[in-house]
């Protein structure tokens, strides 16, 4: 486990000497991407300027919302961005030598580096969250925050299991970089409260297809009160997404018949 860490913070230090390198390219990026949230804000600001609530949404709650599904993916942004390289891999043949490294390959194409200007959506998503909670008027309980970050948690682990099964796929398509655009639609989708589905949608995106655990349910801990019934649910739904990935990966890397041949 000592080595693990070793070469976790290794990973970290040489990400964040790349992006120091040019100093003014990583602060215009964290610029950028705070600016993309506050662009998000203005959006929100025009909508619930003629009504002042949307499937019992009220506009503090959308901030909370809006806040935590920028959060959830400026987290794993930063800290899987290398998932999205799985495919370069496999084309330039690198791949090869990934496995045959004395780590394992999966941690290694999951943390090999850090996307560090991804932490301007998040610092401009916790000023969101703030603007949220003082506009609704809302104070979350000890036991409500912890389901919060728990929940945060689940989502980031959803939202990792689905992004490395999907780019592990380039071992049998070999040209699938475009699939990220497919994870962000999942979350302008999730941008939005589940509650304007009909029923029958809403199941389906809790139950089936766990969209529901990417922002709203969480950020419902804090606006409609603690539901320790749907905490297990996400805890489940993540558990079980990360055995199903961790199986997929090590299915895909069996069956890889290196660059070579």
Same mark, same amino acid.
């Given at each position: 486990?000592?080595?693990?860490? %070793?070469?976790?913070?290794? !990973?970290?230090?040489?990400?964040?000497? %790349?992006?120091?390198? !040019?100093?003014?390219?990583?602060?215009?990026?964290?610029?950028?991407?705070?600016?993309?949230?506050?662009?998000? #804000?203005? +959006?929100?600001?025009?909508?619930?300027?003629?009504?002042?609530?949307?499937?019992?949404?009220?506009?503090?709650?959308?901030?909370? #919302?809006?806040?935590?599904?920028?959060?959830?993916? &400026?987290?794993?942004?930063?800290?899987?961005?290398? @998932?999205?390289?799985?495919?370069?891999?496999?084309?330039?043949?690198?791949?090869?030598? =990934? @496995?045959?490294?004395?780590?394992?390959?999966?941690?290694?194409?999951? /943390?090999?580096?850090?996307?560090?200007?991804?932490?301007?959506?998040? $610092?401009?998503?916790?000023? /969101?969250? +703030?603007?949220?909670?003082?506009?609704?008027?809302?104070?979350?309980? !000890?036991?409500?925050?912890?389901?919060?970050?728990?929940?945060?948690?689940? &989502?980031? &682990? @959803?939202?990792?299991?689905?992004?490395? =099964? /999907?780019?592990?796929?380039? *071992?049998? $398509?070999?040209?699938?970089?475009?699939?990220? +655009?497919?994870?962000?639609?999942?979350?302008? *989708?999730?941008?939005?409260? =589940?509650?304007?589905?009909? /029923?029958?949608?809403?199941?389906? !995106?809790?139950?089936?297809?766990?969209?529901?655990?990417?922002?709203? +349910?969480?950020?419902?801990?804090?606006?409609?009160?603690?539901?320790? =019934?749907?905490?297990?649910?996400?805890?489940?739904? &993540?558990?079980?997404?990360?055995?199903?990935?961790?199986?997929?990966?090590?299915?895909?890397?069996?069956?890889?018949?290196?660059?070579?041949?």
């Amino acid at each position: 486990m000592s080595r693990i860490w %070793r070469v976790y913070r290794t !990973f970290w230090v040489s990400s964040l000497a %790349r992006e120091l390198e !040019f100093r003014a390219n990583f602060l215009a990026k964290l610029l950028q991407n705070a600016t993309w949230v506050g662009f998000s #804000l203005l +959006v929100l600001l025009a909508i619930y300027r003629n009504t002042p609530s949307i499937a019992n949404w009220g506009r503090g709650e959308a901030f909370i #919302l809006v806040a935590t599904c920028f959060a959830m993916s &400026a987290l794993f942004s930063a800290m899987f961005f290398s @998932l999205m390289e799985i495919p370069e891999h496999i084309r330039r043949g690198t791949l090869d030598y =990934i @496995l045959t490294k004395p780590l394992d390959s999966q941690f290694w194409v999951s /943390m090999r580096r850090f996307n560090f200007d991804r932490l301007g959506a998040l $610092l401009a998503g916790i000023v /969101m969250l +703030v603007i949220g909670l003082v506009q609704s008027g809302l104070h979350p309980s !000890f036991w409500q925050w912890v389901a919060y970050l728990l929940l945060i948690k689940v &989502a980031i &682990a @959803l939202f990792y299991s689905a992004n490395l =099964i /999907m780019m592990t796929t380039a *071992i049998w $398509l070999v040209r699938v970089d475009n699939l990220w +655009v497919l994870g962000e639609t999942v979350l302008d *989708i999730a941008r939005y409260p =589940i509650d304007i589905f009909p /029923m029958s949608v809403r199941r389906a !995106f809790t139950y089936g297809i766990p969209l529901a655990f990417l922002a709203t +349910v969480p950020a419902s801990q804090l606006t409609r009160g603690l539901n320790l =019934i749907h905490v297990g649910i996400g805890v489940a739904w &993540a558990l079980g997404a990360l055995l199903a990935s961790r199986l997929f990966w090590l299915y895909a890397t069996r069956n890889y018949a290196s660059a070579s041949s």
